[in-house]
């Protein structure tokens, strides 16, 4: 009787086939696949709009009023100037939205759309807004303790990096960041004052943690604004990767700036990083726009009122310039076009040209 040889059988296919166990039975019964909805790119692009235009913005009336606009000065019935400042701050950050939503304007025009199309891309542009403050506020929430931790060292008293009821004027640390410009917060009165709620820090006083080594010079407020460690590696964190706050990126992922294709710091970028630093600083456990206690909106709208105040234009662009360094020095190398002398590439272009011209006195006519 021949034997049967089972080294030598094919091996029986289990694509497509789901196991079963001895007795014929399946092991286990798999539900329904799980379909996914598809996110409508609106809210990709609101997320972008959020960190870098405007982080509070009420996009039905910014959309309707827009288009408005955008129609009267089209048919000759408008023109810039006709706008009062207000109405052009909005019709400037409207257009700031066109550019950054390719398909917008098509959409917003189109001979079909109705208020319930303006109503829907409206709600899908604060859904991609919301969406990105709730997650750097969640992932900043942690990471701001180990931004505010020295090297080496340990915070004492130490401070959750979830939990956030001892963080504020609370913590001798976090106090001594939040405290406003103002006041001193080595005096221990100013402390208690500040802990027990008799001074409020209100949105149009400025933390000191928002100037250079924590030093504010009241003959010269922009001196070291916007440049201390906490902004910097608070930005690093939510644009490029929260792993190149200590140095050179390791995320696999694209940051932020990247997926959008940033290429420079925005002034409203840096009143959103600003406000979700305070926030992370804070004792406050909710984000709210209307939080009385924190301000949040208030205090994001003056600053951003300060770096968008043409009067100070010449301090901001200062002030961006530096902030372009600090987060893409490759694109302002390459904007400027320059390329360092000692490079291979300079050095090739060198030999070239001295090849060219030949050795000294060549081309010196002989008597």
């Known amino acids: 009787m021949p034997t049967h040889n089972r080294e030598n059988e094919a091996p029986s296919s289990s694509l497509g086939k789901r196991s079963r166990s001895d007795d014929g039975e399946r092991p286990f019964m798999l539900g329904p696949t799980k379909k996914f909805a598809k996110t409508d ?3 990709h692009y609101g ?8 982080m509070f913005c009420g996009f039905e009336p910014l959309l309707n009023s827009g288009a408005t606009i955008e129609t009267a000065i089209k048919a000759g019935r408008l023109t810039i100037d006709d706008l009062g400042d207000e109405e052009r701050k909005e019709y400037e950050i409207f257009n700031e939205l066109l550019r950054l939503v390719p398909e ?3 959409r917003l025009w189109n001979k079909d759309a109705n208020s319930n199309e303006i109503l829907y891309i409206a709600s899908m542009l604060a ?86 080594n924590l030093k504010y010079n009241p003959q010269d407020p922009w001196e070291g604004f916007m440049k201390s460690k906490i902004m910097v ?11 190149s706050v200590d140095g050179e990126p390791r995320a696999t992922r694209s940051g932020n700036a990247a997926i959008h294709g940033m290429k420079r710091v ?28 924190t301000d949040n909106k208030r205090f994001y709208n003056l600053v951003l009122e300060a770096l968008e105040d043409p009067e100070e234009a010449t301090e ?39 090849l060219t011209l030949g050795p000294v006195g060549n081309n010196t006519a002989t008597a």
């Open 41 to 43: 790119p609106l809210v």
């Open 266 to 293: 925005t002034p409203a970028s840096l009143a959103y990083v600003a406000t979700l630093a305070r926030f992370s600083l804070t004792s406050s456990p909710t984000f709210s726009r209307t939080d009385r206690v």
């Open 233 to 243: 590696s608070a930005y690093k964190h939510v644009f490029t990767s929260p792993s």
């Open 127 to 212: 859904k991609g807004v919301a969406g990105a403050r709730s997650d750097d506020n969640k992932s900043l929430k942690a990471a701001i303790i180990e931004i505010i931790t020295p090297k080496g060292s340990v915070l004492t008293p130490t401070l959750s990096r979830n939990v956030k009821t001892d963080r504020g004027f609370f913590h001798v640390t976090t106090g001594k960041y939040l405290c406003p410009t103002e006041l001193d917060w080595n005096d221990e009165a100013t402390r208690n004052a500040l802990r027990s709620g008799q001074i409020t820090m209100t949105g149009d006083q400025w933390p000191i943690f928002l100037y250079e």
């Open 104 to 106: 917008l304007r098509e």
């Open 47 to 54: 997320r972008h709009f959020g960190r870098t235009i405007r």
């Open 316 to 354: 901001v662009d200062t002030l961006l310039e530096w902030w372009d360094r600090k987060i893409f020095p490759n694109m302002v190398a390459i904007a400027s076009g320059s390329i360092p002398r000692n490079s291979a590439f300079a050095q090739m272009k060198e030999r070239r040209r001295r």
